[in-house]
């Protein structure tokens, strides 16, 4: 009866239900295993970087600890002291900390770092070696994660997962910390984007907003913002494929979409950590306008480190012909594969896609990823792309970029996509698998032709490289000693495109079908391509054999206090963790005012020493001037007046002063200038002015005063493009030189 089947319906739905859950949680379990997995993969890869073998590890070189690893320390002891640092008082006689990249400040993983940093007792280079690597097991995560969504053939997705996971490209990044991070947060972006349109209800459109929402915050705030730009590139155009119907069926075979609901919760994510990250943004933009070289418009810097037609061939095939600023070998195995998908024979005649279960194999597809290929690649060309100079002149934010060839960081979830895709239609190949009901079973004499035809273009470059001696210009200053590993890329090579032809060989007398040996098929592959890319590519910008070091704790309120009558140093470098503060700078960075001041005042060394504080730690002047055209003129000024007062408190962030003066006059701080500076003088605002353009000065008349210099960067900074002939953004203090 009618009401019986009511009856019955709930408790046949309730057991549906738990069937449906007990077999789901194998699957789901699986799932788990091989997301752990994935995370672990770079660690395994780098082990030697991880963990200390009788004591000794592969230290990471170049910029990593003279430049990220001291901005690192500094900043976890002021976090683990409760205090988020502002200024930097021991770097190029005074610089913002906040809001310089190179301190990921504003990281959200910094907290962890910071709790860290308590419970040992302090921080190694080893364990921000780890850290760093941890932003590669993220990337590895989220690209899998992604291509999941994308992509339901799992061999595939893991295929490409660990292979672009470790590519040159990425591992090359980990000299900059910062970048690694960036880069990071890439495949979670589009991973939350694609769920969200994937989504079926409100609730995970907006866990999933969420997850786009912090996966933003932590790419603007990662600390390397050529990276974040570079996003650009990589989210616009797949917010495209997800916008039009056509592409976003045969790329990512998703056809009805719910914009009312996917719409509003991928503006509001954006939205939400635009407002969130904005201080951050301004202030590293106003930081970066004042900066040397930083400014835009100087095509002479923006096409410095070139990237050319040499260092794509060598990037694809010989990694040693190119420039590592952009190189991304991922093996001669998985570029097979590619070319394979790229120019093999069509599998299916299904003009609508593959179904969710089996991606699209089309010419639009194809056609998709090579001229998103080459377009990203002729913009790294620079000064020899008609396209660079188009993006130099009209694109905000263009031009205050260099070493184009970094864009390529972008082609490593691009190649990955592709990647995911080939796998799968080699494996449909090797398998004999019908993409559609309606296909016939794939031959494998067409593939077989193309593998051999790319195989031979591949050694014939391999070859001429090799034979001419052609490198890189990083290679044969830095790499010397990579030599011998030259000729490995041939061999190792070699045996991927044997491992390929081997496998469609055999597919012709008998299809691949057992799941035992496709996952042996997959493990084949993946263990060729690591052993083309590891011999070189876990060396580069590396010393091995690197003994432990202790971790470093420091005292940054008794360093500040003792700080201010230590002398300074005056070296190539950046910041410092002990009292001695550096007034010297590195190539390209730090205020240009005051870059400049240091160029007009090389005749004067000894004079210039002495007003940085480098002959006898003095920071504190008076002078009845300060519109003097050398250090030597102030001085004779300033030396008039011994007495120039008592400290109350130094924070590095903070200078009370007292004073007793005679007449009227400047006192002058021997600090860089920033817009959050501000000054009070016996309580009352005091206007800044700046001795030799760039340090803070403030007038004073005769008698007591209590002076009181701050650093309270504005919230949300007035930033502008544009600049006054002196360099200064907005209304700068009076310059007094």
Same mark, same amino acid.
């Given at each position: 009866?009618?009401?019986?089947?009511?009856?019955?319906?709930? !408790?046949?739905?309730?057991?549906?239900?738990?069937?449906?859950?007990? $077999?789901?949680?194998?699957?789901?379990?699986?799932?788990?295993?091989?997301?752990?997995?994935?995370?672990?993969?770079?660690?395994?890869?780098?082990?030697?970087?991880?963990?200390?073998? @009788?004591?000794?590890?592969?230290?990471?070189?170049? #910029?990593?600890?003279?430049?990220?690893?001291?901005?690192?320390?500094?900043?976890?002891? &002021?976090?683990?002291?409760?205090?988020?640092?502002?200024?930097?008082?021991?770097?190029?006689?005074?610089?913002?900390?906040?809001?310089?990249?190179?301190?990921?400040?504003?990281?959200?993983?910094?907290?962890?770092?910071?709790?860290?940093?308590?419970?040992?007792?302090?921080?190694?280079?080893?364990?921000?070696?780890?850290?760093?690597?941890?932003?590669?097991?993220?990337?590895?995560?989220?690209?899998?994660?992604?291509?999941?969504?994308?992509?339901?053939?799992?061999?595939?997705?893991?295929?490409?997962?660990? +292979?672009?996971?470790?590519?040159?490209?990425?591992?090359?990044?980990?000299?900059?910390?910062? !970048?690694?991070?960036?880069?990071?947060?890439?495949?979670?972006?589009?991973?939350?984007?694609?769920?969200?349109?994937?989504?079926?209800?409100?609730?995970?459109?907006?866990?999933?907003?969420?997850?786009?929402?912090?996966?933003?915050?932590?790419?603007?705030?990662?600390?390397?913002?050529?990276?974040?730009?570079?996003?650009?590139?990589?989210?616009?155009?797949?917010?495209?494929?997800?916008?039009?119907?056509?592409?976003?069926?045969?790329?990512?075979?998703?056809?009805?979409?719910?914009?009312? %609901?996917?719409?509003?919760?991928?503006?509001?994510?954006?939205?939400?950590?635009?407002?969130?990250?904005?201080?951050?943004?301004?202030?590293?933009? $106003?930081?970066?306008?004042?900066?040397?070289?930083?400014?835009?418009?100087?095509?002479?810097?923006?096409?410095?480190?070139?990237?050319?037609?040499?260092?794509?061939?060598?990037?694809?095939?010989?990694?040693?012909?190119?420039?590592?600023?952009?190189?991304?070998?991922?093996?001669?195995?998985?570029?097979?594969?590619?070319?394979?998908?790229?120019?093999?024979?069509?599998?299916?005649?299904?003009?609508?896609?593959?179904?969710? /279960?089996?991606?699209?194999?089309?010419?639009?597809?194809?056609?998709?990823?090579?001229?998103?290929?080459?377009?990203?690649?002729?913009?790294? =060309?620079?000064?020899?792309?008609?396209?660079?100079?188009?993006?130099?002149?009209?694109?905000?934010?263009?031009?205050?970029?260099?070493?184009?060839?970094?864009?390529?960081?972008?082609?490593?979830?691009?190649?990955?996509?592709?990647?995911?895709?080939?796998?799968?239609?080699?494996?449909?190949?090797?398998?004999?698998?019908?993409?559609?009901? @309606? /296909? &016939?079973?794939?031959?494998?004499?067409?593939?077989?032709?193309?593998?051999?035809?790319?195989?031979?273009?591949?050694?014939?470059?391999?070859?001429?490289?090799?034979?001419?001696?052609?490198?890189?210009?990083?290679?044969?200053?830095?790499?010397?000693?990579?030599?011998?590993?030259?000729?490995?890329?041939?061999? =190792?090579?070699?045996?991927?495109?044997?491992?390929?032809?081997?496998?469609?060989?055999?597919?012709?007398?008998?299809?691949?079908?057992?799941?035992?040996?496709?996952?042996?098929?997959? !493990?084949?592959? +993946?263990?060729?391509?690591?052993?083309?890319?590891?011999?070189?590519?876990?060396?580069?910008?590396?010393?091995?054999?690197?003994?432990?070091?202790?971790?470093?704790?420091?005292? +940054?309120?008794?360093?500040? !206090?003792?700080?201010?009558?230590?002398? %300074?140093?005056?070296?190539?470098?950046?910041?410092?963790?002990?009292?001695?503060?550096?007034?010297?700078?590195?190539?390209?960075?730090?205020? #240009?005012?005051?870059?400049?001041?240091?160029?007009?005042?090389?005749?004067?060394?000894?004079?210039?020493? $002495?007003?940085?504080?480098?002959?006898?730690?003095?920071?504190?002047?008076?002078?009845?001037?300060? /519109?003097?055209?050398?250090?030597?003129?102030?001085?004779? #000024?300033?030396?008039?007046?011994?007495?120039?007062?008592?400290?109350?408190?130094?924070?590095?962030?903070?200078?009370?002063?007292?004073?007793?003066?005679?007449?009227?006059? =400047?006192?002058?701080?021997?600090?860089?200038?920033?817009?959050?500076?501000?000054?009070? +003088? /016996?309580?009352?605002?005091?206007?800044?002015?700046?001795?030799?353009?760039?340090?803070?000065?403030?007038?004073?008349?005769?008698?007591?005063?209590?002076?009181?210099?701050? =650093?309270?960067?504005?919230?949300?900074?007035?930033?502008?493009?544009?600049?006054?002939?002196?360099?200064?953004?907005?209304?700068?203090?009076?310059?007094?030189?």
């Amino acid at each position: 009866m009618a009401w019986e089947r009511k009856l019955k319906s709930p !408790a046949k739905k309730r057991q549906s239900e738990a069937s449906s859950r007990s $077999q789901a949680s194998p699957s789901r379990l699986k799932g788990v295993i091989l997301a752990v997995a994935v995370f672990l993969w770079p660690v395994f890869y780098l082990f030697q970087h991880v963990f200390p073998i @009788n004591g000794v590890y592969t230290a990471i070189g170049n #910029d990593f600890l003279s430049l990220y690893f001291k901005h690192k320390v500094y900043l976890l002891a &002021n976090l683990a002291g409760m205090h988020f640092p502002l200024w930097s008082p021991s770097e190029a006689a005074g610089f913002p900390f906040y809001s310089n990249p190179f301190a990921q400040a504003c990281y959200p993983f910094n907290a962890l770092l910071a709790v860290w940093y308590k419970i040992f007792g302090g921080y190694s280079p080893l364990d921000y070696q780890l850290f760093t690597i941890l932003g590669l097991s993220i990337f590895a995560m989220g690209l899998f994660m992604w291509l999941k969504s994308i992509n339901k053939n799992i061999r595939a997705v893991l295929f490409a997962t660990l +292979v672009m996971s470790v590519s040159f490209k990425v591992t090359e990044t980990i000299r900059f910390p910062n !970048a690694t991070h960036n880069a990071a947060w890439y495949p979670w972006i589009l991973y939350a984007m694609t769920k969200i349109v994937q989504s079926q209800s409100a609730r995970k459109s907006t866990l999933y907003g969420a997850l786009l929402s912090f996966s933003l915050i932590c790419l603007c705030t990662a600390g390397y913002p050529y990276f974040a730009y570079y996003s650009i590139f990589l989210l616009a155009p797949y917010l495209l494929v997800l916008l039009v119907s056509p592409l976003r069926v045969r790329l990512i075979s998703a056809d009805a979409v719910n914009w009312r %609901r996917a719409a509003p919760a991928l503006l509001l994510a954006g939205i939400a950590a635009g407002i969130i990250c904005s201080p951050y943004i301004l202030g590293v933009k $106003q930081l970066v306008s004042q900066a040397t070289d930083r400014g835009g418009k100087d095509l002479a810097y923006s096409t410095q480190h070139l990237f050319g037609l040499k260092d794509t061939a060598g990037s694809l095939v010989y990694p040693p012909a190119a420039t590592t600023e952009g190189w991304y070998f991922f093996s001669v195995t998985a570029l097979l594969i590619i070319l394979c998908y790229l120019f093999g024979p069509k599998l299916t005649s299904n003009e609508q896609g593959g179904g969710r /279960d089996n991606q699209p194999d089309n010419f639009t597809a194809r056609i998709f990823f090579l001229v998103w290929f080459v377009l990203i690649t002729y913009i790294t =060309y620079g000064r020899d792309s008609y396209l660079f100079y188009f993006l130099w002149k009209f694109m905000p934010g263009f031009s205050s970029l260099r070493v184009w060839g970094r864009l390529n960081i972008i082609l490593v979830p691009i190649f990955a996509w592709m990647l995911s895709l080939a796998y799968q239609k080699l494996e449909c190949v090797a398998s004999k698998t019908k993409i559609a009901s @309606n /296909d &016939n079973r794939p031959p494998t004499g067409g593939f077989i032709f193309v593998l051999l035809a790319s195989y031979a273009a591949v050694i014939a470059v391999q070859m001429f490289f090799y034979i001419k001696g052609v490198y890189g210009a990083e290679w044969s200053e830095y790499f010397k000693e990579l030599n011998p590993q030259r000729v490995l890329f041939i061999i =190792y090579g070699c045996a991927g495109a044997a491992a390929v032809f081997f496998i469609l060989l055999i597919s012709r007398k008998k299809p691949i079908e057992a799941a035992g040996v496709q996952t042996f098929m997959l !493990a084949a592959l +993946v263990f060729i391509a690591a052993l083309e890319m590891r011999h070189t590519g876990i060396q580069i910008w590396s010393h091995p054999g690197r003994a432990q070091q202790s971790r470093i704790q420091i005292d +940054v309120p008794a360093i500040n !206090a003792r700080a201010f009558f230590f002398p %300074r140093t005056d070296y190539y470098g950046t910041i410092t963790l002990g009292p001695a503060f550096n007034a010297g700078i590195i190539e390209n960075w730090y205020y #240009d005012r005051y870059v400049q001041f240091l160029k007009r005042t090389e005749g004067e060394i000894r004079a210039r020493q $002495q007003l940085l504080g480098v002959l006898d730690g003095r920071r504190i002047y008076f002078s009845e001037a300060i /519109d003097y055209g050398t250090v030597q003129l102030y001085l004779q #000024d300033a030396w008039r007046y011994k007495d120039t007062g008592r400290l109350v408190s130094y924070t590095g962030e903070e200078l009370k002063w007292e004073i007793d003066v005679a007449t009227t006059g =400047y006192l002058s701080f021997i600090d860089n200038w920033d817009y959050g500076w501000k000054a009070w +003088v /016996d309580e009352e605002p005091a206007e800044i002015e700046l001795l030799f353009g760039t340090f803070k000065s403030v007038r004073l008349t005769p008698g007591k005063h209590k002076v009181r210099f701050s =650093y309270q960067p504005e919230l949300f900074p007035a930033v502008s493009e544009k600049t006054t002939p002196n360099g200064f953004l907005g209304n700068p203090p009076k310059n007094g030189s």
